[in-house]
């Protein structure tokens, strides 16, 4: 009972400050992994793991915002003019919008799978508030491959909507998700070279379209997710290979807990052909 409820503990630590450190979980229990699991595997299929470790940095730094004496709505205004003066850089706005928000660039039809995105309900809802994930009706399954955030015109439509967007954008009450969602990778910067710069400690692509990480990236949290989130949630560790197509994750194989579905039960991988999850064993 202890040891579930240290996991219970550690895993609401991991999700709202990016770490479980402060509870009695061992280094063996820690890392009790699948032998084949590849952490830089995980986090390229599960993209909002990497994207919370910024999400989360920029939230504890943009408390820079909060002089003595300011109301909440003051601070809320010189975050939102810092976030609306970096992505006047348009060419630093893609960067943002593809590359850290994980937005396709093509666009798609609204309300079908997400193509090429991130493949998790809208990270920013769960990781900034806390809300419960609950099942996608439509694909039967714990984690919505929705965009949530992205436009579906693409960054071409949203690209010529962002400059006139950005004149009426006022934070979390503006309708124009996209601008918001871009917003919570940006931290007080003076300039958009500054806030890339410090985007890059964290990750950025290389030439080959690549994920390189960087010095303040924790790859501990990617295994420690896994171990105490991803699991559970049945979230893919690895790409499917020849022969592990045979049994599609549903609602069916998981077992009903209060609020959630437990896969506890099975591993997890994508195909890559079909975009589809599939039982390892």
């Known amino acids: 009972m202890k040891k579930r409820l240290s996991v219970f503990l550690c895993a ?84 943002v919008y593809l590359e850290y928000a994980s937005c396709p660039e093509q666009a798609w039809a609204q309300g079908d799978r997400c193509p090429g995105g991130r493949p998790v309900l809208d990270t920013i809802t769960t990781i900034v508030s806390g809300d419960n994930r609950v099942p996608n009706p439509n694909y039967g399954d714990t984690i919505s491959w929705q965009c949530g955030g992205c436009w579906a015109g693409g960054w071409a439509g949203l690209s010529s909507e962002l400059p006139t967007e950005l004149t009426k954008f006022t934070g979390a009450s503006s309708v124009f998700a996209p601008i918001r969602l871009m917003c919570f990778f940006l931290p007080k910067a003076e300039t958009s070279e500054v806030a890339e710069n410090y985007l890059k400690s964290f990750y950025h692509l290389n030439n080959n379209d690549e994920v390189v990480y960087n010095s303040n990236f924790d790859f501990n949290l990617v295994q420690q997710h896994y171990f105490l989130i991803g699991r559970f949630d049945g979230r893919p560790y690895k790409y499917c290979e020849a022969g592990q197509t045979a049994q599609e994750k549903s609602l069916d194989i998981a077992d009903r807990r209060v609020g959630y579905y437990d896969y506890g039960k099975y591993t997890f991988c994508l195909n890559k052909s079909d975009d589809k999850i599939y039982v390892v064993k």
């Open 12 to 95: 609401a630590a991991a999700m709202l400050m990016g770490s479980c450190s402060d509870y009695s979980i061992s280094q063996e229990e820690r890392y009790e992994l699948p032998g084949d699991f590849k952490w830089q595997v995980y986090a390229e299929i599960n993209k909002d793991i990497a994207m919370s470790q910024i999400i989360l940095d920029v939230r504890e730094k943009n408390k820079a915002y909060r002089g003595n004496g300011e109301t909440v709505a003051d601070s809320t205004a010189k975050a939102v003019s810092n976030c609306v003066n970096l992505l006047s850089d348009n060419d630093f706005a893609k960067k």
